[in-house]
């Protein structure tokens, strides 16, 4: 079942709970009306100050009771936007973070806007009018007992502002829709670009993408405008229409009065009662194009939890031992016509390194990312300690693993926070992955040392000191499994001297450790030579014996 379904039905008895609130309060509301009524009816009539201080004291308490019960409804639509998002964080985030992984970069930060649309409409009063206009009818048949013609009156009234809604909607949604579309692909666009500020301010871009960006966006925003004066048209003419409404009822009750069929009472009753009936509709009316924002939000969301097919377990299941293992490996990118990899067969030992090579586009980092499981093979398996990596759950399975991307990035925090990937911990392991890395001393000479801040919009770290930082997080926590893609591509020398020792060390701890490079310094630290040329393994060696890290390694045929 659906994560978003599985979550309304757990929240369905607080839906329940806050529709039968509105019932009374909806009969709270009644206490207004009814006072007008009586003063009307009875004071004017009988002149009793006794009875104007009852009927008072009893109207008070009537909108005492209005204003604890509409407060205590408003509290359970507060607790149904938290629970809401609490319940979804993590789903949709799994699920957008799968999208951004198959191409999809938007993905993440677009649910996240879904979900607070929708935790704003809980806790933002909208479902409140939605429950209200659910209880309509008692208003109604209020209306009607007081004379049938003020109910006919109301209905009328309700109609012509739902005509209004409709037409709202049918003459907008469409330009409202694609003028969305427009500014949301241009900001993407200039988005993307402002990621390269160096690249842009360098070579004096800015005056050319600027101007590029208006021409993309003038038409967007005209249409978005006529658009927009559209729905304010509506807007005023709802508001008008309501106004004309109220003025009409009491006209209506101008008539029967004098005709001996209502009370004076009935009229003002009447009036306010209108006013209550009609207040929800004109709120639908105005705030049409913030309803269906909400609903395409929430069907986003259900689209992507339900495209989101689950293929991992909740099951940690350990890895203490264990090598890995790939058999007839074949991976087919979504929308392309040819495999990136086809029969990728190798085993990596505990204890033993591979090393990866060959060609660029050879498919080589998308074989890095079919090891940790970031997407599911298109055939055959990766077991790590017999299990498929891709199924295994990932928290359990980040504790087995390390892993350095070819474009690495840390994320916003502190030095500390990104060694420890995010965890809270002591700082016992975080200094020893350092130590592991060679950048501890480094790291002690940044402006705040573990505690300086750093990310995309952080501290300006070098290329070099960015990828050594990820190596220290791939090592936290001592991995069965280190998967290295390029990971000394910005490194020196000295970074290069501390990466092949980090992989002896890794190695030496009983790690299965797989390494993409070119590089020999790595490359005299390996067991086993893989050559991939055009997604096939064209020849896998064995080294002879191990040699230093900085020795060229002698090779032997063990099968291609």
């Not at 599985?6 to 008895?13: A, I, K, S, V, W």
């Not at 979804?88 to 799994?94: E, F, M, V, Y």
């Not at 106004?243 to 009750?253: E, N, S």
């Not at 936290?476 to 001297?497: C, I, K, Y």
Request: net charge neutral.
């Amino acid at each position: 079942m659906s994560p978003l379904r599985t979550t309304l039905r757990e929240l369905g008895c607080a839906f329940a709970f806050a529709a039968g609130l509105s019932l009374f309060v909806n009969i709270a509301s009644l206490s207004v009306p009814l006072y007008d009524m009586q003063l009307y009816d009875r004071v004017l009539l009988s002149r009793n100050m006794d009875t104007l201080s009852v009927l008072s004291v009893l109207c008070v308490a009537g909108m005492a009771l209005y204003a604890v019960l509409e407060f205590i409804r408003g509290s359970v639509f507060l607790v149904i936007g938290d629970r809401l998002t609490r319940c979804l964080d993590i789903a949709t985030l799994r699920a957008a973070l799968t999208r951004s992984l198959n191409g999809d970069a938007g993905a993440a930060g677009q649910a996240l806007r879904d979900l607070n649309d929708l935790r704003g409409f809980a806790m933002g009063g909208s479902a409140s009018v939605a429950l209200d206009l659910m209880w309509t009818p008692l208003l109604l048949w209020v209306l009607v007992s007081l004379h049938p013609l003020y109910g006919l009156y109301a209905v009328v009234s309700v109609t012509i502002l739902v005509a209004l809604g409709i037409a709202n909607d049918r003459l907008t949604r469409e330009r409202f829709t694609k003028a969305s579309a427009e500014v949301n692909r241009s900001l993407s666009a200039l988005n993307s670009t402002l990621t390269n500020p160096e690249l842009i301010d360098g070579m004096g871009m800015l005056p050319g993408l600027a101007r590029r960006w208006l021409r993309q966006s003038d038409a967007a925003q005209a249409e978005l405008d006529t658009a927009a004066r559209a729905a304010m048209f509506f807007a005023s003419a709802s508001k008008t229409a309501r106004l004309l409404m109220q003025g009409g009822i009491i006209a209506l009750g101008v008539v029967l009065v004098i005709r001996h069929q209502a009370s004076p009472g009935s009229m003002m009753g009447a009036n306010l009662l209108v006013a209550r009936v009609l207040s929800p509709f004109e709120a639908m009316v105005t705030g049409w194009r913030q309803w269906l924002s909400h609903a395409h939000a929430l069907k986003r969301v259900s689209a992507l939890l339900r495209g989101h097919a689950e293929l991992r377990t909740e099951q940690a299941w350990g890895c203490e031992r264990g090598g890995l293992v790939v058999e007839g490996l074949s991976y087919t990118p979504p929308g392309a016509s040819r495999p990136v990899l086809s029969d990728v067969s190798f085993r990596v030992e505990p204890g033993e390194v591979l090393a990866i090579t060959g060609p660029s586009g050879g498919g080589k980092s998308t074989l890095a990312r079919l090891l940790v499981g970031l997407m599911p093979p298109g055939s055959g398996a990766v077991r790590l300690g017999g299990n498929p990596v891709h199924a295994w759950e990932r928290e359990d399975f980040g504790r087995y693993v390390g892993y350095v991307p070819q474009n690495v990035s840390l994320l916003d925090g502190s030095v500390f926070d990104n060694i420890a990937r995010m965890e809270d911990v002591e700082a016992g392991p975080v200094v020893e992955a350092a130590s592991k890395a060679g950048i501890h001393d480094m790291i002690g000479r940044l402006p705040m040392g573990y505690d300086t801040w750093v990310g995309e919009s952080s501290f300006a770290l070098s290329g070099g000191q960015r990828q050594r930082i990820a190596l220290a997080r791939a090592l936290f926590g001592n991995p069965r499994l280190l998967v290295l893609d390029e990971a000394n591509s910005s490194l020196d020398h000295v970074g290069e001297a501390a990466l092949a020792h980090a992989v002896i060390e890794a190695k030496r701890e009983g790690a299965a450790v797989v390494v993409i490079t070119h590089r020999p310094a790595v490359l005299a630290t390996a067991d086993q030579l893989l050559v991939l040329k055009g997604g096939r393994v064209e020849r896998l060696v064995r080294v002879e014996e191990p040699r230093p890290a900085l020795a060229t390694p002698s090779l032997a045929v063990s099968h291609a």
